[in-house]
């Protein structure tokens, strides 16, 4: 037990029932003040403040105390770019970066509160753009380097970034991406954009706008290895990051400094239990929130040395994760119940071929885990010695919420219990906690990582998260707590898919489809899958006059892969004469899901065409 961050679990347990004082207390450990709060919470639901009238920014927790301690030459970044490029980043190293670069964003005019769009893939200046603007208080908004131009552009319109950063290109099973090429697409309809800084990571030709783009090198290079950390308020905001949520237009979702830095290097202590000789890989593209918690913040809190790598998991053969893990004695691993899925597929032979005796703890996180992978994961990778922590939280919570601690026993498949400090629940339709039966996962009372809204969208933030049940959250996810109080998630309740642990809106890609001058009316659902969890299909309606094809067929999925990204290509396209609708005219889905797998379909008595189910079925 002593071997563990956590001490007297039960007491500790016990104490975070009167939530504003254990977190004031548990804060101390992680985060200085630049000037103490004078409360600790201000709960006037829907809307929080943590660490209220606090003078704070993250950045001097992640990077300024460390370049001031014995850490400065501790390794914070291990990074391994695909075609074998090493680099090590030291915490004073990547302080002086950081500086270098939001000096720079200053000559660029940019200023507390502007909104900066990074478009990166995962390669160290990525977490360097993000502190440098955190930094001079300006806010991030990453998008995930995967997404396509035009959902670039769609969030770059959205928050109106003032400047883009992002690089060349980078390396992907051995191709180059043209990031750059991709950025300039963007950037044809996206007027609040003033300047673009390059990162060179490819060498190469790349489409330039004299005067609007600068090289990050050339930027930088003048610029002085000092920058004072702008002094901000603990409920500033830190960060936009875009979510899918049940309409064709993903939320942004707001983070602030004080709130998020407890809550992630808390977590994180408690959950994967890091010391100071840890080596810590969290696998998730930073594009997404898992990277944001637990690749940057996070783990810079705690002083880490963290690894990332920039390309693909098989490549160049099925064990390039194992020969990392190896190579830098990686101490803990934390990944996707897909991505375990995939190693498995392709057998136990890769992993073996590699010393992963370094490993002590694993874990899991973005869908449910199902028992097969759990055990391979057991087994092959842990070796059965490391426990598996499957954390249950989303973009929105901004930290686990339900997990495991390496001293609480497992049930595997079970995110198991709330952490200490977090009230979840699972309610009935009527708001009554249930147990045993499937229900709405809620939380009760506030957490410092909580989001604080959806950006430019009060009402949408009250009505979607908080209008069903009073002052309480609604997750969106539907979840089983069982006898001895573990929770079960089962998948969400809103539409909303999970393909490869990414969420993915179904009307996002409706939307997209039906931007097609060819189709008519879309209706996409998840069909369960081997690998990914969850597979598109998507039924189209085409226009009158424009024929069915397997051309049609490919040119549509490529048209999904130009508005949001090839993750969400539709894995089945069906073409049908129409869809099942209710006499409001709202898409079926549920009704679709269940005759598309062979479920049973159920009430269908108020459909206005009933006969549209069967021809649903006869496309399978
Ligand atoms: C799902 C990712 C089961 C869930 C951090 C949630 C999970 C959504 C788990 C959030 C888990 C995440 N077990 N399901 N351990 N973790 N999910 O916002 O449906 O990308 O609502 O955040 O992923 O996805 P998001």
Same mark, same amino acid.
């Given at each position: 037990?002593?071997k ?49 009238g ?28 695909e ?9 004073g ?6 500086n270098k ?8 005019g ?48 959205d928050? $109106?970034? =003032?400047? #883009? !950063?992002?690089?060349?290109g980078? +390396? ?6 043209? @990031? /750059? ?18 990162y060179?990571?490819?060498g ?44 064709? $237009?993903? =939320?942004? #979702? !707001?983070?602030?400094?004080?709130? +998020? ?6 977590? @994180? /202590? ?58 830098y ?5 934390y ?37 097969e ?65 499937g ?13 604080r ?26 979840a ?141």
């Amino acid at each position: 037990m002593d071997k563990h961050n956590i001490k007297n679990y039960d007491e500790l347990l016990k104490k975070s029932r009167d939530i504003e004082w254990f977190w004031g207390e548990v804060s101390k450990e992680v985060v200085e003040w630049y000037k103490p709060y004078k409360k600790v919470l201000e709960w006037t639901p829907p809307w929080v403040k943590w660490f209220v009238g606090a003078k704070y920014n993250i950045v001097h927790d992640a990077l300024d105390k460390h370049a001031n301690s014995w850490r400065k030459n501790k390794v914070a970044y291990i990074f391994e770019g695909e075609p074998g490029d090493r680099r090590k980043l030291t915490y004073g190293e990547l302080n002086i970066e950081v500086n270098k670069l939001a000096n720079a964003l200053k000559t660029l005019g940019v200023k507390k509160g502007d909104r900066v769009g990074i478009y990166m893939p995962m390669i160290p200046e990525l977490p360097i753009a993000m502190l440098a603007c955190a930094k001079i208080g300006a806010i991030h908004t990453v998008v995930f380097s995967g997404f396509s131009a035009i959902a670039f552009r769609e969030r770059v319109n959205d928050c $109106k970034v =003032k400047v #883009v !950063i992002t690089c060349d290109g980078f +390396y992907r099973r051995n191709k180059i991406v043209p @990031l /750059k090429s991709m950025v300039e697409d963007a950037l044809q309809d996206a007027p609040s954009v003033e300047n673009v800084v390059v990162y060179k990571r490819t060498g190469g030709d790349i489409p330039w706008t004299p005067k609007r783009d600068h090289w990050w090198h050339e930027l930088t290079q003048a610029q002085s290895s000092k920058c004072d950390t702008e002094m901000l308020d603990a409920n500033d905001i830190l960060y936009i990051l875009y979510t899918s949520g049940t309409t064709g $237009k993903p =939320k942004g #979702v !707001i983070h602030a400094h004080g709130g +998020y830095a407890v809550g992630t290097a808390l977590t @994180l /202590k408690w959950v994967f239990d890091l010391k100071d000789e840890d080596i810590w890989w969290c696998a998730a593209d930073i594009g997404w929130v898992t990277g944001h918690s637990y690749t940057v913040y996070g783990p810079l809190i705690l002083g880490t040395t963290s690894v990332i790598y920039e390309g693909a998991p098989n490549y160049p053969g099925p064990d390039r994760w194992w020969e990392i893990v190896e190579k830098y004695r990686v101490t803990v691993l934390y990944t996707s119940p897909t991505s375990v899925r995939l190693f498995m597929r392709h057998g136990e032979a890769w992993p073996k071929k590699h010393d992963l005796s370094s490993l002590r703890l694993l874990g899991s996180v973005g869908e449910p885990i199902n028992p097969e992978a759990w055990m391979w994961y057991y087994k092959n990778i842990g070796k059965e010695r490391c426990q598996i922590m499957d954390t249950w939280w989303q973009t929105e919570t901004g930290t686990f919420c339900i997990s495991p601690l390496p001293l609480t026993p497992l049930k595997p498949g079970s995110a198991t219990k709330p952490l200490p400090g977090f009230t979840a629940e699972v309610y009935n339709e009527e708001g009554k906690p249930i147990s045993n039966a499937g229900g709405n996962l809620v939380m009760l009372t506030p957490w410092p990582g909580m989001f604080r809204g959806l950006y430019k969208d009060p009402k949408r933030y009250e009505d979607i998260y908080w209008s069903r049940f009073p002052n309480t959250y609604l997750a969106g996810d539907v979840a089983r707590k069982d006898s001895d109080g573990f929770f079960w998630i089962q998948g969400r309740s809103d539409d909303v898919l999970n393909v490869s642990g990414h969420r993915i809106g179904n009307s996002e890609v409706e939307s997209a489809l039906v931007s097609n001058s060819k189709v008519a009316e879309a209706a996409v659902i998840g069909k369960p899958h081997e690998v990914k969890g969850e597979s598109l299909t998507a039924f189209v309606v085409l226009k009158k006059g424009v024929e069915p094809s397997d051309e049609l067929r490919a040119e549509l999925r490529e048209h999904v892969g130009k508005e949001i990204g090839k993750i969400a290509r539709p894995d089945e396209i069906w073409f049908v004469s129409d869809v099942p609708k209710t006499r409001s005219g709202k898409i079926m889905r549920r009704v679709i899901k269940a005759k598309a797998v062979g479920e049973p379909i159920g009430d269908i008595s108020t459909l206005a065409n009933p006969e549209a189910v069967d021809e649903i079925g006869r496309a399978r």
